[in-house]
């Protein structure tokens, strides 16, 4: 089972990037995803996740509003959109999948993880 986590990149304050995650080995289609997201010098904490069914989404009080995570199971692929991005968004972002269909804010409850990408907002 692999996720690859691709689409970072250098991006100035203000501006948008999306994230992808595509999974490989397995379908998802019955598991959640989860973002989290690991500042230089900083614990990695969680960004966002979506339920199985795409009906449920939870997101940090830092990123809500400004993010949205959704996901298209035909593809296997879960999207993060990131808007407005500030500097304290710079992050290695890493996808995670769950064994469950809803998911959490927890990093124990996710048990596959991709690679990470970087994303870097300048200020």
């Known amino acids: 089972v692999q996720l690859q986590a691709f689409g970072g990149g250098l991006v100035q304050t203000g501006g948008s990037l999306r994230l992808s995650c595509l999974a490989s080995?397995?379908?998802?289609?019955?598991?959640?995803v989860g973002w989290f997201r690991q500042a230089p010098g900083k614990e990695r904490e969680f960004v966002a996740h979506?339920?199985?069914?795409?009906?449920?989404?939870l997101y940090s009080d830092s990123v809500k509003g400004r993010f949205t995570i959704s996901r298209d199971n035909a593809k296997n692929a879960v999207y993060l959109q990131m808007n407005s991005l500030k500097p304290e968004d710079t992050a290695v972002y890493y996808c995670?999948?769950?064994?469950?269909?809803?998911?959490?804010?927890?990093?124990?409850?996710?048990?596959?993880w991709g690679q990470g990408t970087l994303v870097t907002v300048s200020s």
């Open positions: 995670a999948a769950s064994i469950y269909s809803y998911g959490s804010s927890s990093e124990t409850y996710f048990r596959y």
């Open positions: 979506i339920n199985w069914r795409s009906d449920t989404t």
């Open positions: 080995g397995r379908r998802f289609s019955n598991n959640a």
